[in-house]
């Protein structure tokens, strides 16, 4: 079986056959609704020459030439409108759905507004608020909006998630995805000594799914390319590491031999193609296979009766704060997921952090070898 992903080619390769499967639509004019960041105003604290570095695009961008359209600019600062807080930016991380968004590829409404600052992800301390926003100056907060690739942004406060502040800053930049593996976890319904099978194990969420179900007792098998010797898997959760690269037997073998023949009780995939419909093959009986991603280039082929007579089931996620912001209800899973990752031995991976000045060398590093890890700009 061979099986290609962003982990083991390129997220240039991964990015390039998705926008071309994917066909765009015109966003109705209804939703145009205008957001901080696209045409900054003047505030009433800030200077008319106040300016702020942000890295910015006029139009959609493309894979095939590394996203050109992005440049560095100085640009005028926006100001905390009614209801919005002003972030002063210490780090916003560089995902695949930020490539996504500068193609449009997103659903409406979260398209660019020309023209666009970059970055959807983000954490920054509260500069100044409006009134009516709660989160006191020098709060630090996270946030899943727009505009994060820039010094400053200007967001509304029902999208700020307050974190404590003595939180690391690493893990802050990296906070939606530390929701996702929460999100993926809980909707896997996986128990202690039960078995979870991992695709793209070298990814950040696998690395950060693995260690929240090892501290719950569940058994964790990554699923990757290859295996690196700069990363411990077994240190970051994983009871096996399976290496899809080295010949061996198949995936399903391997599977049976690992679960004395009981079937893996959850599958949590951002691959698909031949490898999920070989994981969802060795699903014990009841159990789920989760689709979070799609790395795979190849589409993924099973019959009914493959999970029809097992009572499993295959079912997908997407981020939570995607289209809504967080809900009150939210706030006591977002502590638990606060206490739990706060300390030093829950570890997120990193390449390293840019200055914007250097955006360049973080975007074509992402692209071209995300094997690496993840890499952050710093503000």
Known sequence: M???FCQDCSTKQFLTLFSASMPRHPM?????????????ERGPILD?????????????????????????????????????????????????????????????????????????????????????????????????YYNSWAEYAAV????????????PIEKAAQFMNL????????????????????????SAVATMVAQMARRRGVRVAAIVRRISAQRDLTGLGAELVIELSQ??????????????????????????GPLLADLARSLSPGGKAIIYGGFGADPFALH????????????????RYFFEPPKPQDRETLQAIIALTAPADFKVLSAGAHDLDDFRTAID?????????KRFLRM
């Open 304 to 319: 009914n009766f493959d999970l029809l007579m097992k009572g499993s089931a295959i079912s997908s996620y997407v981020y």
């Open 156 to 167: 509304p406060a029902e999208w700020l998630i307050p974190l404590p502040a003595d939180y």
């Open 247 to 272: 010949p061996s037997k198949p995936i399903s073998e391997q599977i049976d031999a690992m679960t004395g023949g009981k079937g893996v009780n959850a599958v949590i995939d951002s691959v698909g």
């Open 48 to 144: 008319e020459d106040d300016m702020m570095k942000a890295i910015v695009f006029d139009r959609i961008g493309s894979p095939l030439d590394d996203f050109a359209v992005l440049h560095l600019r100085e640009q005028p600062l926006p100001f905390a409108g009614a209801g919005e807080a002003l972030i002063r930016m210490r780090s916003a991380s560089i995902n695949p759905g930020d490539f996504l968004f500068i193609q449009e590829l997103y659903p409406a409404p979260k398209r660019p507004q020309y023209p666009q600052i970059g970055g959807n992800h983000g954490t920054g301390i509260i500069a100044e608020a409006s009134p009516e926003v709660s989160l006191p100056p020098g709060t630090l907060v996270a946030f899943s």
């Open 179 to 202: 929701i996702t593996a929460w999100d993926l976890l809980e909707q896997s319904g996986v128990e202690p000594g039960q078995w979870l099978a991992l695709t793209a194990g070298n």
């Open 2 to 4: 061979t099986v290609s």
């Open 28 to 40: 109705p004019p209804d939703r145009l609704t205008p957001r901080p960041g696209r045409l900054p």
């Open 365 to 373: 590093e992402t692209l071209h070898r995300p094997e690496r890890g």
